[in-house]
């Protein structure tokens, strides 16, 4: 099994915990915890600069000295408020319903201050086109203030596509060099999945996953398409980080030169059916 799957300990308080070690390689920690109603859970910045994003429920952040009470109804029902806390911040999580949130973390020199994101900064667009088409929004991506850590949550609806066409940013072809974790949620529960593939054209590296609900995949390298099967709906949480500070967090990745093209026609090379007339 590869460990760039990774599966949560749903009997735990911390589903999952991916570390630089864990993952083997230089920048992003990525976690997600669960709590109940009255639980308190303590996390220190340490070095990293940190992004707290609620995924369900309602709780208090504090962070030193600093206080802020979120709500979210659920990752398919509204946007979140993101913490944003700097090198050397305590941050204390007190859950006043049942709570589930994910926070990572990047090495960081210090420069921004404790902030709590609104809805209202976050970008949002419709991306892609023909059956490409999904949600993405920009939850903490530039111009949004941070060092290095860059924040997604997209959608994509059963049937369809993200990640296409497909790119990288692992320094092939000069792009920035970023670490991504995928966070998967979908809806059915139980029965949903979606298909994400890591691969790259220039060596055999290729991997395949099928991910259930609740489970995260790591990209190390590669070209990353994400497929969506009729009947399931993805919702993913992105935190990236790598090279690229401050404003630089807004350069593009490079696009698959096989699949570049579709940019200009998402329903070129389709096949219409039936194919041979009237039988």
Known sequence: MSKHLIRPNRAAQVLMDVTPASAGWDYLSFRVVSLKAGDTYEHHSGSDEIALVPLVGEAVLRANAEEFSVARQGYFAQLPHILY?????????RATTDFEFAIGGAPADGKYPIRLFSPEEMKQEVRGGGVAVRQVNHVL?????????????VYVPGGGYSGWPPHCHDRYAGSPYLEEVYYYRIDPTESGYCIHRNYRIDTDFDELFTVRD???????QGFHPVAV???????FLNYLAGELQDEDRGAPPYDDPNWSWMVEDWDGNALDLPLFGDQ
């Not at 203030?145 to 860059?150: S, V």
């Not at 609740?214 to 190390?220: K, M």
């Not at 099967?229 to 919702?235: F, W």
Request: with cysteine; charged share 10%.
């Open 141 to 153: 991506a530039y111009p949004l203030p941070a060092e290095r850590l860059i924040l997604f949550e």
């Open 229 to 235: 099967p009729p009947g399931s709906q993805v919702y």
């Open 85 to 93: 806390a700097p090198p050397a911040t305590a941050v204390t999580v």
């Open 214 to 220: 609740g489970q995260c995949v790591l990209v190390t």
